[in-house]
Every structure is written in structure tokens, then in C-alpha cells.
């Protein structure tokens, strides 16, 4: 499955944080940093940034 649409759902409120977490093979903790990283990154260049794969 895409990572795009698996963040996309989470950010959608379809999946929670766990369960994007178990689809993505990220634990939670991880999962959260990757998210503040790519939010932080938004934020500075005022864009939004594709998700890495």
C-alpha cells in the first residue's frame, strides 16, 4: 500500500495513529517523529512535502 494514502488516511481521521503505525511497519514512537519532521519541514518552507519511500 502507498504510504501517501496510509498517512493521508490517518491524517483524514479513517485510521487512528496505531493503526497507520502497524500498516507502515513504523512503531509509534516513530511514526510521530516522522509526522513532527514532515510538519516541522512544512512549516519552514511554507510547502508541503511528498512522503519519502
Known sequence: MDKRKVIGAYR????????CAQILGLDN???LGHMREA???RTKTGK???VRT
Open 12 to 19: 483524514r481521521g479513517l485510521i487512528t495513529t496505531q493503526e
Open 29 to 31: 514512537v516513530e511514526l
Open 39 to 41: 510538519r516541522a519541514s
Open 48 to 50: 508541503k512535502q511528498s
